[in-house]
């Protein structure tokens, strides 16, 4: 941009804020963020801020400027405009002490400096005297908030090493702001935001440490004693407590403050009967509060609590405050559990001593996870109390190994069983059933099955969070119900009922697959059930859970016995799917077949009979018929709307899935595939048409007898492809998904056919070429199918099997051999990211070991446009001499492979 001037940052800024019209507002908005980018930026805010009569806002954009300069662009300004720069920020600084929004911005750009000039060292008593005067108390204590918050900035362009130099230097020198603070602090009297500032100050130098605070706990200087205060005085609670939480963590630091855990104990001691009172009164802001302090308190006790937790005040003092009504107030005590459990789990001998005190804290949470009793419906994801049982199930998971997941469940189970109990209590117990369920051990009989016994007597009448908790322990235990027939039948009538019931339908799917997936064998008998849900419109289930119910009858179906069940079964299952195809062939329906194929495809996809012991009579596949029936609706379907992207990609998905169930079976679906496959994608070009002949291949093409038919179909994908990407070094801006597909195909000819492509020299050097060309595609799987396809054909030209293929393998070689070797240095010289440089150097070597001589490998090296003149900046002719040696001399793969990423990481060093 030209160098901007006042007036035109002036108008800028007037439109931004007042201008009606939206582009006007944008193109001022973008305008003004680049003047910030630019080094006229520092002189321009400046001046603004000198100009009295500016409007508001404009003081405001160009403090927030000379902000956004120091902490991003500071190397921008010589060291010789330093000084003037602080000179000029202080003077604005007392210029605008009274307007708060520009005031802010300058003390954070004050503070940034600071943080950035190492030679600043008397930067606190600059501040504390040039803002000495009582009107800029307020402004100074901003300063001195803002200084602690940008050391840890990570916008700030410092380097570690600076912020920890810096860290250490205000920590030495913090005795002279923890004085004026408690100065100012005295001089307040009632005016609760200048304390409430002073506060929020100390909370923040507090975190320093360091020589500067040593004595801070002395009676002369008040500061203990004021922070206790203060947390009496409602206005303060929000603020103090943090501030204290603050001082009790400095505490920790026994180099310095030897003293003040003594100091402060006492305190923390005499909250107790509070805190006892927040609990009689359900005060849940002052408990939080008193909770937080409590917790860093005993934080600093963890481990001794943990080796003697017998007579120790720290444990009651947790569980005091889980004894709260609020949950949020227990909530503040989970991080010193899981510090707990931390240590037992590295010191197991600790666990008998700390058990007792775990088993009080579940006794707690039982209560603490409890809905209200006025719930009608199920929590809300966004309700404060589902996000405390979602923190509890983390904290029962990682920490009931301290009693024991076996003697818990018993605890719960017994706890929810007793007679009469409310239902958010037994709604509660049972979630923290569910979060034990997976750590419970299959053999306690007695347990789960009294656990199930309640479940399927008590919950066909209990409320529905009670039902929807009792569907998530179904399904966590199903392992269990499938191993004890006489549980599977009262359970199940639960999860059918379950069904009826919009809220119940997601965990009642979750239940119903568990069993179809632990019992399979035994779950014939609910197959009938299963149709029912799904082809009832009114039971809304989602598209997963959909899936997850196909995916569970399938492989029951494809368990069944004799072979004719499998049939029977599989049509009555696929019938409701052809009759929305049929309706959708005919047109007499306007929706979409997408949702039948998709269920079609996914049956087909799990339903893996056991080939040859569950053949028919007559020796076909059982699915046969119906993998028959739905070929025949996906060819008509692809015919009818083959411009529809989205439909034909879910037709080949369904054949895909028939091809792999039926594999070797599915012998009479190949020609009539091969047929729609070329004719589809002679007009469409689909990818997915690519990918099901690719999957024809590998099925098929091993068998001599269907060469004559797959080499008419790779002929016809490979000339289509070439026509469609054009010049093979387009390979890279085609769709990756296309040239994905399009190279598992050649792979896959490679692997089990190679003379179906080998033996049109045109078609063999055309597809060498591809793969060449796809070399710098930056995606993962792509480039892992590349190295396979490129290692495939330097493979045929090493075994020469047939040896007609000799003369075309070393045509292969010797015309495109070179620019190989120059696309995977290309790839090397920061073409691909450094992870991708194993499936290169694995590629590198075929060369080296297919190529007669390797000096010639070299010599084509040589010639990489990478390694010419102009060199890049980051590349040395060392680097060259070094990478030319290993191509030349590497005596192994990975020899090679650890100098291709040496050289990789001169153009991408973050890696």
Not at 454 to 471: G, N, R
Not at 568 to 582: G, I, K, N, V, Y
């Amino acid at each position: 941009m030209a160098a901007p001037t006042a007036a035109e940052v002036v108008a800028a800024v007037t439109a931004m804020h007042h201008d009606p019209d939206p582009q006007r507002k944008h193109a001022a908005d973008t305008w003004l963020k680049e003047f910030q980018s630019s080094k006229q930026a520092w002189e321009v805010s400046d001046a603004l801020l000198r100009q009295e009569t500016a409007p508001e806002e404009v003081h405001y954009f160009a403090a927030q400027t000379l902000k956004t300069k120091i902490t991003r662009y500071f190397h921008e300004l010589p060291a010789d405009a330093h000084d003037s720069l602080r000179a000029a920020l202080f003077q604005h600084l007392y210029n605008f002490h009274a307007a708060h929004a520009v005031s802010v911005q300058l003390c954070v750009a004050i503070a940034d400096l600071i943080i950035h000039l190492a030679s600043w060292k008397s930067s606190l008593k600059d501040i504390l005297t040039i803002l000495a005067e009582q009107k800029f108390a307020t402004t100074a204590i901003c300063l001195l908030t803002e200084i602690p918050d940008e050391v840890n900035n990570s916008y700030l362009r410092v380097s570690d090493e600076r912020r920890r130099e810096i860290g250490d230097e205000l920590g030495l020198n913090s005795a002279q702001v923890f004085a004026y603070l408690m100065q100012c602090w005295q001089q307040s009297g009632e005016d609760m935001r200048a304390r409430i500032a002073v506060l929020k100050c100390l909370r923040n130098w507090l975190k320093f440490g360091g020589e500067g605070s040593v004595g801070i706990e002395s009676a002369s200087l008040g500061l203990v004693d004021a922070l206790f205060k203060a947390l009496f005085v409602i206005e303060l609670q929000e603020y103090a407590g943090p501030a204290i939480e603050s001082l009790i963590l400095l505490s920790r630091d026994t180099v310095h403050h030897a003293g003040l855990r003594a100091a402060v104990t006492p305190f923390v001691s005499s909250l107790l009967p509070h805190f006892r009172t927040t609990i009689a009164e359900s005060d849940e802001d002052f408990g939080r509060v008193l909770g937080n302090i409590f917790v860093s308190f005993c934080e600093t006790e963890v481990k001794a609590f943990a080796l003697a937790p017998q007579g120790s005040e720290v444990g009651e003092l947790m569980l005091l405050c889980c004894e709260h009504p609020e949950f949020l107030v227990g909530r503040t005590t989970f991080t010193f559990w899981f510090d707990l459990g931390d240590i037992v789990a590295s010191e197991r001998a600790l666990g008998a001593g700390v058990a007792p005190f775990y088993q009080r804290l579940l006794g707690h949470l039982a209560r603490l996870v409890q809905c209200p009793e006025g719930q009608t419906g199920l929590l809300s994801a966004r309700d404060e109390l589902y996000e405390f049982r979602a923190d509890t199930r983390d904290l029962i998971c990682d920490t009931v190994f301290m009693v024991g997941s076996t003697r818990a469940f018993a605890m719960f189970t017994q706890h929810i069983s007793q007679p009469q109990q409310p239902w958010p209590v037994v709604e509660g117990g049972m979630f923290l059933l569910a979060c034990l369920a997976g750590r419970l051990p299959r053999d306690d009989d007695a347990t789960i099955g009294a656990l199930l016994s309640f479940i399927a007597t008590h919950t066909p009448t209990a409320h529905v969070a009670v039902k929807s908790i009792s569907l998530e322990l179904i399904g966590h235990l199903a392992d269990w119900i499938c191993k004890h027939d006489d549980s599977i039948m009262p359970l199940f009538n639960i999860i059918y009922d379950a069904f009826q019931n919009s809220l119940l339908v997601r965990n009642a799917a979750f239940a119903l697959k568990s069993l179809f997936s632990e019992g399979r064998g035994k779950m014939r008998i609910l197959l009938p059930a299963v149709h029912t849900v799904l082809a009832t419109p009114e039971i809304r289930l989602h598209d997963n859970d959909i899936a997850e119910l196909i995916k569970g009858a399938a492989r029951v179906i494809a368990c069944l016995e004799p072979a004719a069940d499998i049939a029977t079964e599989a049509a009555r299952f696929c019938d409701p799917c052809f009759a929305m195809l049929s309706k959708c062939t005919q047109g007499a329906v306007p929706h979409s077949p997408q949702k039948a194929l998709e269920n079609l495809g996914n049956f087909f996809r799990h339903a893996n009979v056991v080939v040859p012991t569950n053949l028919l009579p007559d020796g076909s596949h059982p699915l046969f018929t119906v993998a028959q029936q739905a070929w025949s609706y996906c060819g008509t379907l692809v015919r009818a709307h083959e411009g529809d992207h989205e439909v034909a990609e879910d037709c080949f998905r369904c054949i895909k899935w028939i091809l792999r169930s039926l594999h070797l079976h599915a012998a009479p679906f190949v020609e009539p595939t091969a047929s729609l496959l070329m004719d589809v994608y002679s007009r469409r070009r689909y990818s997915c048409c690519v990918y099901v002949a690719s999957i024809l291949v590998e099925i098929f093409g091993a068998n001599p007898a269907n060469a004559h038919f797959l080499y008419s179909l790779v002929s016809v994908f490979c000339r289509t492809t070439f026509t469609l990407i054009g010049s093979p070094l387009r390979a890279l801006h085609a769709s990756p998904e296309l040239m994905e597909d399009f190279l598992r195909l050649v792979g896959r000819v490679l692997s089990l056919q190679p003379v179906l492509l080998l033996q049109d020299a045109e078609l063999a050097s055309l597809a060498f070429q591809y793969a060449i060309g796809s070399i710098l595609i930056p995606n993962r799987d792509t480039n892992e199918i590349v190295s396979d396809v490129l290692i495939d054909f330097l493979n045929c030209c090493r075994l020469l099997d047939p040896p007609s293929l000799a003369p075309t393998m070393n045509t292969l070689l010797q015309t495109h051999g070179g620019q190989l070797v120059h696309m995977l240095l290309s790839a090397v010289a920061g073409g691909l990211p450094c992870f991708m440089v194993p499936d290169v150097s694995k590629v590198l070597w075929m060369v080296i070991s297919v190529v007669p001589a390797r000096p010639t490998v070299v010599e084509w090296a040589l010639t990489t446009r990478a390694l010419l003149p102009p060199l890049d900046p980051r590349l040395q002719q060392r680097d060259i001499d070094r990478l030319l040696c290993a191509i030349a001399e590497a005596p192994s793969v990975d020899d090679l492979r650890r100098e291709l990423r040496v050289f990789a990481r001169i153009f991408s060093p973050e890696e």
